[in-house]
């Protein structure tokens, strides 16, 4: 499995990644891919972050996602509810 870095991700903002859970599918929306400071000049990659909204009126816990994308494929994200917004919840994901 390829190492995923912030160049899998930052054209797809604003776009959506398909989550099926428990036979129905939920939409993601990637709304922001940015680099982070990193402190070691030896990582395998450089750290970054991810947030994505779920427009459904729960929030779901944090836990590993199966994410469908038709550029980036299917990959699993650890994704941690980090905030409530009238249009939805925010989830982040942090690649160290």
Same mark, same amino acid.
């Given at each position: 499995?390829?190492?995923?870095?912030?160049?899998? *991700?930052?054209?797809?903002?604003?776009?959506? +990644?398909?989550?099926?859970?428990?036979? !129905?599918?939920? #939409?993601? &929306?990637?709304?922001?891919?940015?680099?982070?400071?990193?402190?070691?000049?030896?990582?395998?990659?450089?750290?970054?972050?991810?947030? *994505?909204?779920?427009?459904?009126?729960?929030? +779901?816990?944090?836990?590993?996602?199966? !994410?469908?994308? #038709?550029? &980036?494929?299917?990959?699993?994200?650890?994704?941690?509810?980090?905030?409530?917004?009238?249009?939805?919840?925010?989830?982040?994901?942090? *690649?160290?």
């Amino acid at each position: 499995m390829e190492m995923l870095t912030l160049e899998h *991700f930052a054209g797809c903002v604003d776009e959506t +990644f398909a989550v099926d859970l428990q036979g !129905m599918q939920v #939409d993601f &929306v990637l709304v922001e891919a940015r680099p982070l400071k990193h402190a070691r000049p030896d990582a395998p990659r450089v750290p970054f972050s991810l947030l *994505f909204r779920n427009a459904a009126p729960i929030v +779901f816990p944090q836990q590993i996602f199966s !994410m469908r994308h #038709d550029r &980036v494929g299917e990959v699993g994200i650890f994704l941690v509810p980090i905030a409530q917004e009238r249009a939805g919840f925010l989830y982040q994901a942090v *690649f160290n």
